[in-house]
């Protein structure tokens, strides 16, 4: 059962569709980048890495170009032991089913449902969802399909297990004359081949790590495509950094760019609006809808597509006949609907050189310590005298942790801090005895941006945030970061926390993440998950007690 | 040619004559399960029930089921009694061209005896009205004659392989891989915990799924691993559950390869000889088809069970990768031809190697790049959890495992140097920090019992002021008693684990003040008392069914004899002694029972006579 090819390869593949790559091993690196071409990287800790063979992830990498046969040479190439027939038989033909069925137009321009052959039509037609938006058998081979069911389709016959490819063509949209400023910077090779690789495919998601400038490859496509464009984003301090980045680096004017938010409502050749505008509700009803047809939109970007909101699907499948551009660091989805991004926005299109990215240093790595805090016998008395329900907010602001956050600030003297709370009066007072700003979910647009220029610009060294500061927003220089509470550390948030800290930084100074946590209180559970989820992302995980917290770290 | 009545009375009264092991054993083999049988009358009419019997033919091979058609061609005979003797037989079966030793036909003759289809009596073998009519009713349902049992087998596939050996031997060994993991986690999961089997079969639906959760296998698949794990001899059957054999646990200690040669060895000495003779000489054709054509050939009424049986016996060949697509593997054919051990060794070639070193990381996985060797993995598993036991199998250190290891007797150190010596990395930092701080803080709190319930002791007087106060513990009502000690009126299980749920470093002590590893708390399900087993209750209640002093016992039994031949106006012979205290014997036609008295015509003296049953001994019918 060992593979003859290379006995003692790198990959561990095993029946139940995981891959284990072993890090340490000398081809570990190429087997890497040639799996992660079709399996989701799930685990990343220090030594043994598992990816997941999904369909999804199959089709994907079919859509990028990639055949079946390719597929299995990789894993046989570095796989240490047989590939198990079941993934064998499983990979083929699971990618076999990707282009069978096909949707396009006639000369007439009318939609139509193709299979390769009618076996697969018949099949799919006898699911009742399926059928329903079936509208007229043209030939044995071909059903028409009416515009409005384009997108349905794909996502009803995506959960049967036969992915349509989408060639039906787009509508150019109102043409914009714009282009990428040459002076003396130009888009890097990488992002290049991802504009161009979305392109010659049609719609689709271009995945590429944080720091790697997806922004930039959003302006590399509005660019190529020179039209109408509308951008979606998560939230209104993002929309000013697209609309910052696009005046910097495009020959778009402020005339061109409007804001489409809560306090403006400008639409202009070149849109940016927040996901949250576009679902808001009034009477029951969207109160923005009419902003998708505002203009001919040749272009829509969805920025940050894994954090899409579940409404914007619906919406989206609605728009399948503009050209469309998911931008994201990852196609997992915290709630697992990975399958609609595929279906309505489109199967990932380019897959990032990680090698190349990472030998131009864009990524940084983070120390992740957790800090144990004895509480002292009066607080450990209370909190063992107090209901569940009052412990964990016991143990998560336990007087004790103030002493240690400065502590550890002072130890951190110079660089950029952040410290991260989840209760208002605990990150008042942290605040008040940092001497630094606080910033919360009350803190008004206007007075947040004003704080986070400031700490860009190195003028403020240590600002206090709660949870507002979790989305997508940059903070290039933050290289220490505190947690001092925060909720159930779960899985996206610490690895958003952290990603914060993995943005380039232009001083070359290690970034450090520290958790507060009081021993053998419910603090623990949580900082049990967070070792896994943050150990699992690959960083460095150590436990350091707070009284030898100087020595040690 | 005795009428069915005469059968119920005679076969009674052999049932009677068994002991509780046989009849026990009768019952089962007939599965006998109706509560409804009062006395052995009540048996001997269920046993010769038509559809009794074509259940039992059913389960019997052709040689044994020519051997029960010659002795029901026999007591079809007018000219003879219906007795056949072991020399008629062997007379009859060379006729017939059937190939018949001695200790061949008093084996098959014994199977018919045990299931109760014939009998041996003074004037040789014979056997029951009603398996004389369901043989004779044979032909009319499709099924052979005597004839016709007694041609020989003629084998109708011969398909080549065409299969790449190569492939077959690759999924074979990927089979075999998978099933020896599963059977040894079903098996282990058993040891920690048995699983209850069901009165009318099968395991219980919450053990089933126990299983498959910690074998890591759908729900469905478990009941063919059980099955494997069974025949291997690695669990039995015990009131109601199944438990873990004393030899299983050094079997499971061994490489994959002898693990798996003796699962596969139990499924080759369980296959009848006949149809293992046949396939050794086929070992490199397709024999999914051929083996289920002979498998009918042998068992000609088989129908559905034996169907089922021979599925689940093919299923469970390919599980065991001792066939794949249909083709047998390079140790499957060794296997046929050879035995288990060249098997063995020939699938130890095939299988993934083993590994000595394991990855432990940060988030206090250990992972094992390849199968890890047995006794390396069961030292791992008292230290960490299994997560998943695969091809690279993957454990978790918790607090809570560390703990357990240290009830069991390892410190800090054993601990350290045990993972030292198999980490390819060293030892994280985190996992060092929580070994370390598990030792050091471990038995800092100690519970043991008192007459009255549990005391709670250590020497940090803060700890146990905050047990004190703690809402957690306020349904364990401890009190302080004195200094350094807490008493609680709950037993110092529950403390125990009420208190390391809340985090509290307890060990449990026993009175010379050494830690003792508490097991963990069982569920209410396992602490049911097991069903009562059917069959021997159905033995019970035939022993109850007359009178307890011998004598009573043998009266009662004789009215029941002569209460059923009134009713089946049976010609009997009765003994009766006379006043000088001979015996004499008549020949009756009973007409009624009462007052205590027969009454029967004598057809010898054509007289109607009236014997006080006080007076009669013995009776006994013609067969």
Not at chain 1, 69 to 92: G, N, R
Not at chain 2, 206 to 229: N, S, T, W, Y
Request: hydrophobic share 40%.
């Amino acid at each position: 059962m060992n593979s003859p090819e290379a006995p003692n390869g790198p990959l561990i593949v095993q029946s139940d569709r995981t891959v284990l790559l072993e890090v340490a091993h000398p081809l570990a690196d190429d087997a890497r980048h040639d799996l992660s071409v079709f399996a989701e990287l799930e685990r990343a800790p220090e030594h043994i890495h598992t990816y997941r063979i999904t369909k999804l992830g199959l089709w994907n990498a079919r859509a990028a170009g990639h055949t079946s046969a390719d597929m299995l040479a990789t894993l046989e190439k570095y796989s240490k032991y047989a590939i198990p027939q079941v993934v064998t038989v499983d990979v083929t033909e699971t990618v076999g089913r990707y282009g069978r069925l096909v949707i396009e137009r006639d000369e007439e321009g009318v939609l139509l449902l193709t299979a390769t052959d009618a076996a697969v039509l018949a099949e799919i037609a006898r699911g009742k969802k399926v059928a329903a938006l079936l509208f007229e058998r043209r030939s044995e081979n071909t059903y028409v399909v009416q515009a409005w069911a384009r997108g349905q389709l794909k996502q009803e016959l995506l959960k049967i297990g036969w992915p349509a490819e989408d060639l039906a063509g787009y509508t150019p949209g109102t043409p914009h004359e714009m282009s990428l400023l040459d002076n003396g910077w130009h888009l890097r090779p990488y992002q290049n081949d991802a504009v161009n690789s979305f392109f010659e495919q049609g719609s689709g998601v271009v995945v590429l790590p944080c720091g790697a400038g997806k922004t930039l490859v959003g302006a590399g496509a509005m660019a190529v495509g020179k039209t109408n464009t509308l951008i979606l984003v998560t939230n209104t301090v993002s929309a000013r950094q697209w609309r910052n980045e696009l005046l910097k680096r495009t020959t778009l004017t402020e005339e061109e760019v409007g804001e489409y938010s809560g306090l403006v409502k400008d639409v202009k050749p070149v849109t940016i609006a927040t996901y949250q505008m576009l679902t808001a509700k009034r009477k029951g009803e969207y109160a923005h809808l009419a902003l998708l047809d505002a203009l001919d939109w040749g272009l829509v970007i969805y920025d940050e597509v894994h954090l899409l909101p579940a409404p914007v699907f619906k919406l989206t499948a609605d728009l399948q006949a503009r050209r469309r551009l998911g931008l994201t660091a990852t196609l997992v989805r915290e709630d697992g609907r990975e399958g609609d991004v595929f279906s309505l926005i489109g199967p990932k299109r380019f897959d990032a050189p990680w090698k190349e990215i990472e030998a131009q240093g864009f990524i940084s790595p983070a120390s992740c310590f957790e800090v144990r805090i004895d509480l002292p016998q009066q607080d450990r008395l209370e909190y063992a005298a107090s209901a569940d329900d009052v412990r964990y907010r016991l143990a998560a602001t336990a007087p004790a942790k103030l002493d240690v956050v400065k502590r550890l600030v002072a130890k951190h003297a110079g660089e950029q801090i952040l410290v991260i709370g989840q209760y208002l009066d605990q990150i008042d007072e942290l605040a008040l005895a940092l001497d630094a700003p606080a910033l919360t979910g009350s803190t008004p647009v206007a007075e947040r941006e004003r704080l986070y220029q400031s700490f860009r610009d190195g003028t403020t060294k240590v600002l206090v945030v709660s949870k507002v500061a979790n989305f997508s927003v940059d903070l290039p220089e933050a290289t220490v970061a505190i947690q001092v509470s925060g909720s159930f550390g779960s899985r996206q948030e610490e690895a958003q926390r952290l990603g914060r800290l993995l943005r380039p930084k232009e001083s070359g100074l290690p970034a450090n993440f520290y958790t507060l946590v009081a021993r053998d209180t419910v603090d623990q559970d949580f900082a049990q998950n967070r070792q896994r989820f943050l150990a699992e992302q690959g960083y460095s995980y150590t436990i350091l007690d707070s009284d030898t917290l100087d020595a040690a770290a | 040619m005795p009428t069915s009545s005469t059968s119920t009375l005679a076969l009674a009264g052999r049932l009677r004559a068994l002991g509780d092991t046989e009849l026990g054993g009768l019952l089962r083999a007939r599965s006998v399960r109706d509560a409804g049988i009062g006395d052995f009358f009540d048996l001997a009419e269920k046993l010769l029930d038509r559809v009794s019997i074509h259940a039992a033919l059913t389960r019997l091979d052709r040689p044994t089921l020519t051997m029960l058609a010659v002795l029901a061609e026999r007591g079809e005979e007018p000219a003879t009694d219906g007795a056949a003797t072991a020399s008629e037989i062997s007379t009859r079966l060379a006729q017939l061209g059937v190939p018949a030793d001695e200790p061949t036909a008093s084996r098959q003759l014994e199977t018919l005896a045990h299931l109760a289809l014939a009998g041996e009596t003074d004037g040789g073998w014979r056997t029951w009205d009603t398996v004389i009519d369901e043989l004779r009713d044979w032909p009319s349902q499709g099924l052979p004659t005597l004839d016709e049992l007694a041609a020989p087998w003629h084998p109708q596939h011969h398909v080549e392989i065409d299969a790449d050996q190569g492939t077959t031997n690759a999924l074979a060994a990927e089979r075999a891989f998978a099933t020896t993991m599963a059977v040894a986690e079903i098996v282990t999961e058993q040891q920690n915990e048995p699983a209850r089997e069901l009165a009318k079969g099968g395991l219980a639906l919450p053990d089933v799924k126990r299983l498959a959760l910690a074998a890591g296998v759908e729900v469905d698949d478990v009941h063919a691993l059980q099955r494997i794990a069974v025949r291997a001899g690695l669990l039995e059957h015990d009131s109601g559950q199944w438990t873990v054999t004393a030899d299983a646990g050094p079997w499971l200690l061994q490489s994959t390869a002898e693990v798996w040669g003796r699962l596969a060895g139990a499924w080759l000495d369980e296959l009848p000889s006949d149809i293992r003779t046949l396939l050794a000489g086929r070992t490199h054709d397709r024999w999914d088809e051929e083996f289920e054509s002979l498998v009918a050939w042998l068992y000609p009424a088989g129908g559905q069970w034996m169907r089922d049986r021979v599925g689940a016996r093919v299923h469970d060949a390919e599980l065991l990768g001792i066939i794949a697509n249909a083709t047998p593997s390079a140790p499957g054919s060794l296997l046929l031809d050879e035995g288990a051990d060249a098997a063995s060794r020939t699938m130890a070639t095939l299988l993934p190697h083993e590994v000595e070193q394991v990855y432990l990381q940060h988030d206090l996985s250990i992972v094992s790049p390849g199968p890890l060797a047995p006794r390396l993995d069961a030292r791992l598993r008292t230290i960490a959890t299994v997560e998943s036991h695969a091809l690279a199998s993957s454990y978790r250190v918790s607090p809570a495992s560390v703990n357990r290891a240290l009830a069991v007797g390892e410190t800090a150190e054993s601990i350290t140097e045990f993972l030292s010596s198999i980490s390819l990395t060293g030892i994280p930092q985190p996992l060092a920090y929580l070994i370390a701080e598990s030792a050091a803080r471990y038995g800092l709190v100690r519970v043991g019992r008192t007459p009255t319930g549990s005391y709670v002791r250590s020497g940090i007087e803060n700890l146990l002021g905050a047990m004190l106060v703690d809402q957690g513990l306020s349904a364990l009502s401890l009190t302080r008693e004195g200094r350094g000690e807490l008493r609680s009126r709950y037993d110092e299980a529950t403390v125990f684990w009420t208190l390391s749920e809340a985090r509290y470093p307890v060990a449990a002590e026993d009175a010379d003040g050494t830690i003792v590893p508490l097991a963990r708390r069982r569920t209410a399900a396992a602490a049911q008392p097991p069903a009562p087993d059917p069959v021997l209750a159905i033995v019970e209640r035939l022993r109850h069914s007359t009178p307890d002093a011998p004598q009573d016992n043998d009266r009662a039994w004789l009215e029941r004899q002569l209460d059923a031949a009134v009713k089946a106006r049976l010609t009997i012979t009765v003994t009766v002694t006379v006043q000088d205290g001979s015996s004499v014997d008549y020949v009756l036609e009973p007409t009624g029972l009462g007052g205590g008295r027969l009454r029967g015509r004598d057809r010898k003296a054509d007289v109607e006579r009236t014997l006080p049953l006080s007076r009669i001994t013995a009776v006994s019918s013609e067969v």
